[in-house]
């Protein structure tokens, strides 16, 4: 297992070519309100295929926010977003999540009483048709069709090295292995779009250089575009081969995660702010 800055040379190399990859997800002046406060002020991005994208910004600068306008969880009042060439702004969660976007939550959000498997499994069902009537009708595809979800699920399963606890109930696995469980439940979505959400948080250095691999494994097995939302910053400017960085909502700066991240305005961001990088 190497250690998450061993992979700085590697991240380096991959962000030479980030300027020259089709699009894969592009925002353009999205803003949101809640209330009388703005969250997003006129934010853009542009994330290549291919890409590890990380939204960085002390607490409170709007990279959930952002993450919920691109998912549907909250809309943007203004502005546009593209998932490979489609406008979604305003479609609605389930159908974004059609279109290949996959994610992950800040806090753990596992189906509790059941075993590892049966939550990886939950990631197939947006491939799920109304399956008692399937059945009833069209045994041999329902047959099929539980198939492939099966294997599909050991596919991610072997990846992402769950074998071992794959019967166990996720409510006695530790922190760093939910977090894993729910990483493999949105691979087993196959999507073109994995979107994490503080995806190491809580995490023990074992535990993070270990998501670092699986993230990186994920991207190359898988063709992935991955967005995520870090505030380790030792494993953003590892793996990540751009960044924005959001502060009060307006996106202060962009481009190869060692160069933004030095940028003074993003300095002073996080030393005005409660960063808690590791
Ligand atoms: N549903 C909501 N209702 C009202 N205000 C909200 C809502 N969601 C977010 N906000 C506010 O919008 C601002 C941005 O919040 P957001 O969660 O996007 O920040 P963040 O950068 O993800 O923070 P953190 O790193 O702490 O998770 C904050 O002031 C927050 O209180």
């Known amino acids: 297992m190497q250690h998450p800055t061993a992979l700085v040379a590697a991240s380096a190399r991959a962000s030479d070519s980030a300027a020259v990859r089709p699009e894969a997800l592009a925002c353009e002046n999205v803003s949101r309100w809640f209330g009388g406060l703005q969250a997003l002020k006129s934010v853009s991005i542009r994330v290549g295929q291919g890409e590890i994208f990380g939204l960085v910004g002390p607490n409170g600068s ?13 809309p943007p009042q203004e502005g546009s977003i593209r998932l490979h060439g489609d406008r979604i702004e305003g479609t609605r969660p389930h159908k974004v999540a059609r279109m290949g976007v996959a994610r992950t939550f800040q806090n753990v959000a596992l189906f509790r009483g059941m075993s590892v498997l049966d939550n990886i499994l939950m990631g197939r069902h947006i491939f799920m048709r109304p ?10 595809w329902a047959e099929r069709a539980e198939i492939e979800n099966r294997r599909k699920v050991e596919d991610v399963i072997d990846l992402l090295q769950l074998q071992s606890v794959r019967d166990e109930h996720v409510d006695t696995i530790p922190l760093g292995l939910q977090k894993r469980v729910e990483l493999a439940r949105a691979l087993a979505a196959e999507p073109r779009l994995l979107v994490l959400d503080e995806p190491m948080a809580g995490m023990n250095q074992e535990e993070k250089e270990y998501m670092v691999r699986f993230i990186l494994d994920a991207r190359e097995e898988l063709g992935l575009t991955v967005l995520l939302i870090e505030h380790h910053l030792d494993v953003v400017t590892a793996i990540c081969d751009r960044v924005v960085v959001l502060n009060n909502g307006k996106a202060i700066a962009e481009g190869p995660a060692r160069e933004a991240m030095s940028d003074p305005a993003v300095v002073a961001a996080y030393i005005g702010g409660a960063a808690h990088a590791a």
Not at 63 to 69: D, G, S
């Open 131 to 140: 399956s008692a009537l399937a059945a009833f009708f069209y045994p041999v």
């Open 62 to 74: 709007g990279k959930t926010t952002l993450v919920n306008a691109i998912t549907g969880f909250y």
